[in-house]
């Protein structure tokens, strides 16, 4: 049976946030909201967790995890970033995208693209993850919490109780976040290319 943690969008309580975080680092199954809709993360060196999170979404070893970051610095520890790469960065985060970068020797083999090293790459505007990244001070190695035979993500955090309360450890019920999945963008490419549209689309890309 999972926990349930009720954090308050804005304001998160600090004890929560550490429970939370608590759990996440004793190999944990956590499931969270974000500025898109709900994610499911865990620890990012627990490969049992991740397997965990796979089985429930019912994906093979091919899928894609992304590091959810606190901000630009982290992400120089596990992506390539050239200047070009930091400057659409910083216009576009905190934010609703996700960026596949290539990856660092900081990042565990497992996570990246078998032939191509790259690894996907958030910084949410969220209070609660902003709380919960500073506490654990690095990044959650999560996916967008998308049922097997659905296309949208999950938005309500009762409704994902009642399909994922005997799977996962925790569920943090943030209120409703929306239900678009992010916008991806290869940067690994030059020029950078469009592999999802997603909430970010709408605020445009240059």
């Known amino acids: 049976m999972s926990q349930f943690f009720e954090i308050h969008p804005e304001n998160p309580q600090k004890r929560l946030i550490h429970q939370t975080v608590e759990i996440i680092d004793n190999g944990g199954v956590v499931v969270y909201p974000t500025d898109s809709s709900y994610a499911i993360g865990c620890h990012l060196g627990d490969k049992s967790a991740m397997e965990k999170i796979r089985r429930i979404r019912q994906v093979d070893d091919k899928h894609h995890f992304t590091l959810v970051c606190s901000d630009l610095s982290e992400i120089a520890t596990y992506a390539k970033v050239s200047n070009a790469d930091y400057r659409l960065l910083k216009s576009l985060t905190p934010g609703p995208y996700t960026f596949l970068l290539k990856a660092t020797s900081e990042v565990p083999r497992r ?12 910084v949410v505007d969220d209070p609660i993850v902003k709380a919960m990244l500073e506490e654990l001070g690095q990044p959650i190695m999560s996916s967008t919490l998308i049922m097997p035979g659905n296309e949208m993500p999950e938005t ?6 009642e399909k994922l309360e005997h799977q996962v450890d925790l569920i943090v019920d943030g209120g409703n976040c929306g239900f678009e999945a992010t916008t991806v963008i290869n940067m690994v490419e030059n020029p950078p290319v469009l592999v999802r549209e997603g909430k970010g ?4 890309l240059d």
């Open 156 to 161: 309500d955090a009762h409704d994902i109780r």
């Open 111 to 122: 996570l990246m693209h078998p032939k191509r090293r790259m690894i996907g790459i958030r």
């Open 201 to 204: 689309t709408e605020h445009g």
